[in-house]
């Protein structure tokens, strides 16, 4: 299918929307009232919903496999832009690695990875059907739009470690809204946070060439605790521009 073709088989699924930031040639992917052109999650049970205009996310989806919300459509390359926010941090994680700018991780005199407690909630973007090309979203130090999947894989040279590194913290306070504008063109990726660059053209080795979009699950309770980073998130003004 040709890329006008698909853009027009969005903008219907999605109820004929245009991007609510003015971009005549983007389509928006969340109508802002039901999740019409995403895909609930079999046995989800209303976790994933939409709450005062804006997809709300509660970490607990009773899905028997996949908890993420997907995208019905697939995509090549495009600009994505969205809005999100993390609601809560109810979780301290006590893990989290002090990550240096060119991907590495720092330790100690032993040579062991040196870990930090940080109140933390976790999610983010699926790229093209891939959770390894995921565009992250939590409260780590070294900021959102990691590419957690290709930089702790250590089969992938330095240079590409570093690239999906972010290159500064862009994130707004918890409970504030940020932006994400995910530009994806062949295997390379740029993320724009909040009007700052934190991912440059950085390349994705085998990442699909064309794929669904997710937003992702992240977390779990045992015994009504958290035992782990959950999806304490929210989402508005999704829309994509796919690209020659």
Same mark, same amino acid.
């Given at each position: *299918?040709? &890329? =006008?073709?698909? !853009?027009?088989?969005v903008a219907l @699924? =999605?109820?004929?929307q245009r991007s609510a930031r003015g971009d005549t040639d983007s389509v928006s992917l969340f109508n802002g009232r039901d999740l019409t052109g995403w895909k609930i999650p079999p046995g989800d049970n209303g976790h994933w919903r939409v709450v005062d205009g804006v997809i709300d996310y509660d970490?607990? @989806?009773e899905a028997a496999g996949d908890k993420s919300l997907w995208s019905e459509h697939s995509f090549g390359d495009f600009v994505l832009s969205v809005d999100w926010r993390i609601k809560a941090t109810p979780y301290t994680n006590p893990a989290v690695p002090i990550i240096r700018y060119d991907g590495t991780q720092k330790r100690d005199e032993a040579g062991r990875e040196i870990h930090i407690a940080v109140?933390?909630?976790?999610?983010?973007i699926y790229l093209r059907g891939s959770s390894k090309s995921q565009v992250n979203i939590w409260c $780590?130090? &070294? %900021? @959102?739009?990691?590419?957690?999947?290709?930089r702790t894989d250590a089969s992938m040279p330095a240079s590409v470690r570093a690239g999906v590194t972010p290159r500064r913290n862009a994130?707004?306070? &918890?409970? !504030? $809204?940020?932006?994400?504008? /995910? +530009? *994806?063109? %062949?295997?390379r990726l740029t993320v724009v946070l909040n009007g700052q660059e934190v991912i440059g053209n950085a390349g994705l080795p085998g990442v699909p060439v064309r %794929?669904? /979009? =997710?937003?992702?699950?992240?977390?779990?309770?045992?015994?009504? +605790? $958290? !035992?782990a980073p959950p999806s304490l998130v929210q989402f508005r003004n999704i829309s994509i521009k796919e690209l020659p």
């Amino acid at each position: *299918m040709a &890329i =006008a073709c698909a !853009a027009t088989v969005v903008a219907l @699924s =999605a109820g004929g929307q245009r991007s609510a930031r003015g971009d005549t040639d983007s389509v928006s992917l969340f109508n802002g009232r039901d999740l019409t052109g995403w895909k609930i999650p079999p046995g989800d049970n209303g976790h994933w919903r939409v709450v005062d205009g804006v997809i709300d996310y509660d970490a607990q @989806s009773e899905a028997a496999g996949d908890k993420s919300l997907w995208s019905e459509h697939s995509f090549g390359d495009f600009v994505l832009s969205v809005d999100w926010r993390i609601k809560a941090t109810p979780y301290t994680n006590p893990a989290v690695p002090i990550i240096r700018y060119d991907g590495t991780q720092k330790r100690d005199e032993a040579g062991r990875e040196i870990h930090i407690a940080v109140p933390d909630s976790d999610s983010g973007i699926y790229l093209r059907g891939s959770s390894k090309s995921q565009v992250n979203i939590w409260c $780590w130090p &070294i %900021g @959102s739009g990691e590419v957690y999947g290709y930089r702790t894989d250590a089969s992938m040279p330095a240079s590409v470690r570093a690239g999906v590194t972010p290159r500064r913290n862009a994130d707004h306070d &918890i409970g !504030a $809204w940020n932006t994400f504008e /995910i +530009t *994806m063109r %062949g295997d390379r990726l740029t993320v724009v946070l909040n009007g700052q660059e934190v991912i440059g053209n950085a390349g994705l080795p085998g990442v699909p060439v064309r %794929g669904p /979009i =997710a937003l992702q699950h992240h977390g779990e309770k045992k015994n009504g +605790t $958290w !035992a782990a980073p959950p999806s304490l998130v929210q989402f508005r003004n999704i829309s994509i521009k796919e690209l020659p």
